[in-house]
């Protein structure tokens, strides 16, 4: 429950903490932090367009999305705070009803029968899936190391074997925000401010979309990241007191946002086909990641 | 002789242009092109009673002369094109293919170019262009336009790809036809004129209106005094560095690095606003007038752009070693869009575009007009031809401008006391006038009648070649490296439909 809350509370000023970097860097004034959230609720309060092309899919996909999103949320442990859903093997549900969230998502896109979207939509299914195995040898590595398969109990005993853990955390960190730029379409893959259909991943999948589903789709991205947030805090927080941790918490969640901001000022995306090499090499990170725990585990003896 | 000599900016009468049969003016034509040194400027049909004149304009960039010659060939005619001996000549044919109905068997791509109102065939309509299409179940096309994502202009790209590979794209224009050209015959005021040169591609206002004043001036065998010439000089060159300026910035908001898109976009404004106190119009409309100058370039506004440029320069010179040795930007430029020598000289391509691949086309060298004599102004070239190459040409020739300016600034004339008064136009003569704009050549030409009223005007700005660049450009790159391809030629729509 209580991360639940967390997640919440930081989904809400995550955007906002990004544009404002963003503005700060590009020595402009930049909107206040809450400026996305009331475009989210702006566009709440509006009906949605659909076009005549599309079928039931595009009118459900936003809703499967948001709610793929939340479900995956309510997987989310806070240190030795129990999720709302947790049993062996959760991790793996994560991953997959994320998944089905993204599924959705690609066929609506599909469903427009623009081809644009089509683009956008094979993009977007391919950087997912390069992103799948470096996801689950981190938790696989860290499942080993614990004995334990749950996110709760994971995250609970992560630190209790050896000092040596909180190096893996650290690498497992570096891989995470990465995942979560990808995930979130931003920076250095995606550029979710250009207006350049041509360019778009993310974004162009939902050209089509509009009112209350477009602000689904935008808050889900804000909770996105917020979970992922969560999910880094996670790493480092057992064994913590709970303000210690509610406190690292908020620390990490703003300098993940921050650091975000940053990306997106002083770097140029880049260019399509060097995405996929980049995104594989976060697997071979999370390879080391591996071996460091069968170093722990003393497996090369 | 086939061809009759001028240099920029002469009048001659029109019974001087030799008027030869096709097969030589073809031949003619065809083998000036084979020298490196020439190129065509225009070429262009004009209806005489019951026939149609061609008229073609070759300039040759070594002697800074220009060859015009003409041939009589029958409406309707049927004729071999000098398109299958030469690509440059390829949109001029289709122009006049599209006007006069002449027909061109061997043409290789004889589609329409912009749909003019007094079109030879109705039945050719926007809505109906003959797109070049693929039968191939692996390939896919992807249209883009004609309305514009960032609501610049419309136009219409047509992609044949490979997955994320750029097989082929065709462009097509014309949604912006204005019969600018006819106008021209229709407004019969000087002022009327002026400001629609100053239409012709909004983001050259000067460059343009620099030709048509050349040419009128020429026209009426009035020579502008130096203070005139000081002022088209010196806007021309503003009017480089701030839409250079711009150029930079929409390359790096492309690539997505903000720092670069935030610090360019805001450097060009301080310029554009120059222009305001300066004339009272960010775009330098109003500033240039044929036989006038209604805002005298003075002391005191020298002294407030030297002082301008000083603190432009600094920020400028900053932004742009950060920017040129980002690894992540160059990793986006380098080799991206590359059109080779060979493929630019193959299609005439002009201005930027062509030195970008170590071709020599700069009027401002060659065929000097205004101050660009004593400037001796020697181009900028680069090798390479891709998207950095286009981009280290606007860095480069922005610093080159700086100079060219504070130069002209040592030596401000004083306002003319005793400016003569513009004349009449000569009657029965012909003029060509060429500019180098920020983008490239602008050729515009003008016959007059025994009256000394226009008969036929012609313009040619420099999208009309370079259009077709953009296009070799894109091939076997990213499909979502075109934008960024795109930006760097930064053509223009309506300076292209006219």
């Known amino acids: 429950m209580l991360s639940l809350g967390l997640i919440i509370m ?16 590009s020595g402009r004034k930049g909107p206040g932090v809450f400026q996305p959230l009331k475009d989210v609720i702006r566009l709440l309060k509006k009906g949605a367009v659909y076009s005549r092309t599309t079928s039931f899919i595009f009118q459900v996909a936003p809703t499967v999305y948001f709610g793929s999103i939340v479900m995956a949320v309510l997987l989310i442990p806070f240190g030795e705070s129990n999720s709302l859903l947790s049993f062996k093997g959760d991790f793996i549900l994560f991953a997959y009803v994320l998944a089905i969230g993204k599924f959705f998502m690609i066929i609506s896109s599909l469903d427009t029968g623009s081809a644009f979207e089509g683009m ?30 749950s996110f709760h109990e994971i995250f609970a005993s992560l630190h209790l074997s050896s000092a040596f853990s909180y190096a893996l955390a650290t690498l497992a960190t570096f891989v995470f925000v990465l995942i979560a730029m990808i995930e979130n379409s931003r ?36 909770l996105k990241f917020a979970m992922y947030g969560a999910l880094v805090t996670n790493f480092f927080i057992a064994g913590m007191s709970l303000p210690v941790a509610i406190l690292l918490f908020i620390v990490i969640q703003v300098a993940f946002a921050a650091t975000a901001g940053l990306i997106e000022s002083f770097l140029a995306r880049f260019r399509m086909n060097h995405n996929a ?23 090369f003896s | ?94 122009e006049i293919h599209e006007n006069f109905g002449i027909a061109y068997p061997d043409h290789p791509w004889l589609k329409p170019v912009r749909f003019p109102f007094n079109r030879a065939n109705h039945q050719s309509t926007i809505a109906h262009y003959p797109f070049f299409n693929s ?95 000081f002022a088209r000089t010196l806007a021309l060159e503003l009017e480089r560095i701030a839409m250079h300026t711009a150029d930079l910035s929409a390359l790096c908001t492309d690539v997505a690095y903000q720092l670069g898109s935030a610090v360019y976009g805001r450097l060009r404004t301080p310029i554009i606003n120059y222009m305001q106190i300066w004339c009272g119009n960010r775009l330098s409309k109003g500033l240039i007038r044929p036989g006038k100058l209604n805002f ?28 040129f040795r980002l690894p992540s930007v160059l990793s986006r430029f380098e080799k991206t869009g590359v059109v080779t020598h060979g493929q630019i000289t193959e299609i005439g391509a002009v201005g930027m575009a062509a030195r970008m691949s170590n071709v020599r086309r700069d009027v401002r060298a060659t065929h000097p007009h205004d101050l660009y004599a004593k400037l001796e102004h020697v181009p900028i070239l680069k090798h390479h031809g891709d998207v950095y190459s286009r ?31 513009l004349g009449l136009p000569k009657a029965n003569a012909f003029c060509i006038s060429l500019t180098e704009g920020w983008r490239g050549e602008i050729c515009h030409c003008a016959i007059t009648d025994e009256h000394g009223e226009f008969v036929h005007y012609k313009i040619k700005d420099p999208s009309h070649h370079n259009w077709l660049a953009l296009g070799l450009s894109v091939r076997n790159n990213e499909i979502s490296d075109f934008p960024v391809c795109n930006k760097s030629f930064n053509l223009s729509y309506c300076g292209h439909d006219l």
């Open chain 1, 10 to 25: 930081a989904s809400l000023f995550f955007g906002g903490i990004i544009l404002r970097t963003k503005s700060l860097a």
């Open chain 1, 120 to 149: 956008g939509a094979s993009r977007e299914a391919l950087y997912s899936l390069l992103v799948e195995p470096a996801f689950f040898l981190i938790l696989g590595s860290f499942a080993l190391l614990t004995g334990h398969t």
């Open chain 1, 187 to 222: 920076l250095p893959i995606d550029d979710p401010k250009t207006h350049l259909e041509l360019t778009m991943i993310h974004e162009v999948m939902i050209l089509d979309n509009s009112g209350y589903d477009l602000g689904l789709i935008l808050y889900a991205t804000n």
């Open chain 1, 277 to 299: 090499q980049f995104i594989f090499s976060l697997s071979s990170i999370s390879l080391v990641i591996f071996f460091g725990v069968l170093l722990i585990l003393g497996k």
């Open chain 2, 1 to 94: 002789m086939e061809t009759v000599v001028i240099k920029n900016n002469q009048n001659i009468p029109l019974a001087s242009i030799p008027v030869s049969d096709y097969e030589k003016f073809l031949l003619v034509n065809t083998s000036f092109v084979k020298e490196s040194s020439f190129h065509c400027v225009s070429y262009y049909g004009v209806a005489v009673p019951e026939k149609l004149r061609l008229i073609c304009c070759m300039a040759d960039d070594d002697h800074g002369t220009i060859h015009v010659s003409s041939s009589l060939v029958d409406r309707q005619a049927t004729l071999p094109s000098f398109t299958a001996h030469h690509l440059s000549f390829e949109k001029f044919e289709r």
């Open chain 2, 135 to 229: 039968a191939s179940e692996e390939l896919h096309e992807v249209g883009v336009g004609p309305i514009h994502a960032g609501v610049i202009e419309p136009g219409h790209f047509r992609f044949i790809c490979n997955g994320e590979q750029i097989m082929h794209m065709e462009i097509q224009l014309g949604f912006q036809h204005r019969g600018i050209e006819s106008l021209f015959l229709e407004k019969k005021k000087l002022l009327q004129r002026a400001t629609l040169a100053e239409t012709i591609a909004g983001d050259t206002a000067v460059g343009h209106t620099t030709a048509f004043v050349n040419l009128w001036e020429s026209l009426c065998n009035y020579t502008p005094d130096e203070d005139l010439q």
């Open chain 2, 296 to 323: 005298p370039f003075t002391r005191d506004l020298g002294d407030q752009l030297s002082r301008l440029l000083d603190v432009y320069e600094k920020d400028f010179n900053e932004v742009s070693d950060n920017t």
């Open chain 2, 391 to 421: 981009a280290q040409i606007r860095r480069e020739e922005i610093n080159q401008s700086i100079g060219y300016i504070r130069s002209l600034l040592r030596d401000i004339p004083g306002e003319s006391k005793n400016r003569k008064p």
